[in-house]
């Protein structure tokens, strides 16, 4: 954008005056307006995705928690036959914690270990292989089941959808889009400060924009990352 308004402004010089006044003038801000149209609706639109994609895996996480502590709840009703299960049950929620969260920083996500993990495979086998003395242990132990059967559901679709990035044409073809919209911008604009300030301020908020839409794409890495509040709180709840 930058480099377009440089453009610009070197066009707005090296042009004969006649191609920036009168109809050629109109013309140019015709173009300039339908360009900016185009580029607000598909910039809104990417940024409404992306903010879907980034709730989205909030939730999943939110329910995953619900999903755990409700587990927990059922193995320790099952009884002290499923205290090893509960135990390994918190050492997965801690490994999943330290591979989405490292550290606490902007640091992404461990992908490639989230992929290989076999904690919640391992609590769903060990249940299953419990051996309940009457219905009360069968009906908790099927329920149990079924919730790690979940859990391990949601973290694949996590995984998956955190891999999930926008087409590079595609930014391609936005970026071209923006350098000509300013280069129009440039060429149109007053050789003055107040006019240059005006554009910069512009390309500023274009990118960070942009910078959202990435951001927002990957909410496992990156600056705006999914707070691990809410996995913190459920293992300091299971296993008690």
Request: with cysteine; net charge positive; hydrophobic share 45%.
């Given at each position: 954008m930058l480099s377009g308004i440089a453009l610009g402004s070197y066009l707005r010089i090296a042009l004969p005056d006649h191609y920036t006044?009168?109809?050629?003038?109109?013309?140019?801000?015709?173009?300039?307006g339908t360009m900016g149209t185009l580029i607000?609706?598909?910039i809104g639109l990417l940024v409404t995705?992306?903010?879907?994609?980034?709730?989205?895996?909030?939730l999943r996480i939110t329910q995953g928690?619900?999903?755990?502590?409700?587990?927990?709840?059922?193995?320790?009703?099952?009884?002290?036959?499923?205290?090893?299960?509960?135990?390994?049950?918190?050492?997965?929620?801690?490994?999943?914690?330290?591979?989405?969260w490292p550290d606490e920083s902007s640091q992404g996500a461990d992908?490639?270990?989230?992929?290989?993990?076999t904690e919640i495979a391992d609590v769903y086998n060990s249940i299953r292989e419990l051996s309940p003395k009457n219905d009360s242990q069968m009906y908790l132990q099927?329920?149990?089941l079924k919730l790690c059967a979940d859990i391990m559901q949601s973290r694949w679709l996590l995984i998956e959808e955190s891999q999930t990035d926008l087409p590079r044409i595609f930014f391609i073809i936005l970026t071209f889009w923006l350098t000509v919209l300013?280069?129009?911008?440039?060429?149109?604009?007053?050789?003055?400060?107040?006019?240059?300030?005006?554009?910069?301020?512009?390309?500023?908020s274009m990118s960070s924009a942009i910078f959202l839409i990435l951001e927002l794409n990957h909410p496992l890495e990156g600056f705006i990352k999914i707070p691990s509040a809410p996995m913190q709180t459920v293992l300091a709840l299971i296993g008690k």
């Open positions: 006044k009168d109809d050629s003038k109109d013309i140019l801000i015709v173009a300039a607000a609706l598909i995705s992306a903010k879907d994609t980034y709730d989205a895996a909030n928690g619900a999903k755990v502590i409700t587990l927990d709840y059922y193995l320790s009703r099952y009884g002290t036959n499923a205290k090893r299960e509960r135990e390994l049950l918190r050492q997965a929620i801690a490994s999943g914690i330290k591979r989405i992908l490639a270990k989230m992929e290989k993990a099927t329920e149990a300013f280069a129009q911008f440039g060429l149109l604009a007053p050789q003055n400060q107040a006019a240059k300030a005006a554009l910069f301020v512009c390309t500023i």
